[in-house]
């Protein structure tokens, strides 16, 4: 029985990586650094989940020597960008800059009418997924969740499965009676771990990455009904199925 769906945010809800890369380099501009992040770069940087510590791995490649700047005095500096970029992020959802990704919100509407719950898992800023929601689903976004787990609530990223445990236990559902939304390899590893039959939805950061074990690979919701995910969940749940991604 399908009890809830689980998004993540990034690349699921909403194609914002281009949006987030962009807010990076600004932040290093506005910091004064000459680092720049092009889209091939970006696309590595994205297997390290969580823009802190995106910023902190390319800090620590670039410069090895920095582990004698202190961990604390570095620790503000990652701070002090992240807060910037995420400052630059705000300025361009709010500017209309992201949209949902088709498909999306008419199946959470779809949801929602027959009854299921929904929950957030994200590895990104609260304040990020607000400036999103509120844009595309108006002021009471959020009264949509039952509950979301975030950057704020899950320290430990994805491919770390501290935030879909997070969502089981807030929703009060067994991991089978939920199906999780991810676009990337951390994601559903991260959904796999906590025993979730996850959808993957990739974007073209993500179209490259390993999704075996994924119910489905989809190139995204659009047409995707609460019967189709019916069907995929009762299948997922057959024991000994294996899960095949179809063709992306
Ligand atoms: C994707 C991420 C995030 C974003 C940047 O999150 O890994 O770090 O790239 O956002 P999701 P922050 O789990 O939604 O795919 O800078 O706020 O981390
Ligand atoms: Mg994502």
Request: glycine share 6%; with cysteine.
């Amino acid at each position: 029985m399908l009890r809830a769906l689980i998004f993540d945010v990034d690349g699921t809800l909403a194609d914002t990586e281009s949006a987030h890369r962009a807010a990076f380099n600004y932040a290093f501009s506005e910091f004064g650094l000459d680092w720049h992040w092009d889209d091939a770069q970006y696309t590595a940087l994205l297997e390290i989940s969580g823009g802190k510590e995106r910023i902190l791995h390319y800090w620590r490649a670039r410069q090895p020597e920095l582990r004698e700047l202190g961990a604390t005095a570095l620790q503000d500096a990652v701070n002090r960008l992240h807060e910037l970029k995420t400052a630059a992020y705000g300025a361009a959802v709010n500017q209309g800059e992201v949209a949902l990704r088709p498909g999306v919100l008419a199946l959470m509407e779809a949801a929602m009418a027959q009854g299921l719950q929904l929950a957030i898992a994200t590895t990104t800023s609260p304040v990020n997924i607000a400036a999103l929601l509120r844009r595309a689903m108006g002021p009471d976004w959020r009264l949509n969740f039952t509950a979301i787990g975030d950057a704020s609530t899950a320290p430990i990223k994805k491919p770390h499965p501290q935030v879909y445990l997070q969502m089981l236990a807030a929703l009060g559902l067994d991991a089978s009676h939920c199906l999780a939304f991810e676009d990337s390899a951390n994601g559903l590893r991260a959904a796999t771990a906590a025993g979730l039959s996850t959808l993957v939805t990739p974007t073209r950061y993500t179209a490259h990455h390993d999704f075996s074990g994924a119910v489905q690979v989809l190139p995204s919701l659009t047409g995707v009904d609460l019967a189709q995910l019916r069907h995929w969940h009762a299948q997922a749940q057959q024991p000994g199925v294996t899960r095949q991604p179809a063709l992306a």
